[in-house]
């Protein structure tokens, strides 16, 4: 199992809500024996701002770190999307443009496998 390429987000102000939302879609790759096995996989998505570059350091702000999703595997490429709405406030981190990115993780829940991770790319914000 893998994630296909780097996850891809989008966002849109809605103005009647005052809120922002991140719709996230991830494409994951099975070989066959995992199409054949019948075991439950799970993955999440987590929202950060990066920190790199920054003066002081540290690590990135964790913004949303989502609810597990659970699916069996049905055919050797599978689509995940999630729509994760927020308000502008929770993603203003700090003085300036937010630096955003998503993280999708996909691991075999089944068999405790480890947990396979890829980052978007990161893109700036004005909030």
């Known amino acids: 199992m893998k994630i296909d390429s780097l996850p891809d987000f989008k966002t ?15 494409t994951f ?3 066959s024996a995992e199409v054949r096995s019948g075991f439950k996989y799970g993955w ?8 790199r570059g920054e003066p002081f350091g540290g690590g990135d702000d964790v913004i949303y770190d989502g609810k597990v999703f659970f699916f069996t595997v049905d055919s050797s490429q599978m689509f995940g999307k999630r729509t994760i709405t ?16 998503v993280q999708v993780w996909i691991w075999n829940d089944s068999t405790d496998g480890q947990a396979s991770g890829q980052n978007s790319e990161i893109r700036s914000y004005g909030f």
Do not use: C, K, M
């Open 29 to 31: 790759n099975f070989d």
């Open 12 to 26: 849109q102000y809605r103005t009647g809500f005052h809120s922002i939302a991140f719709t996230v879609n991830a």
């Open 86 to 101: 927020l308000s502008p406030d929770a993603l203003n981190t700090e003085a300036g443009n937010e630096e955003l990115y």
């Open 44 to 51: 999440r998505v987590r929202i950060l701002e990066s920190d």
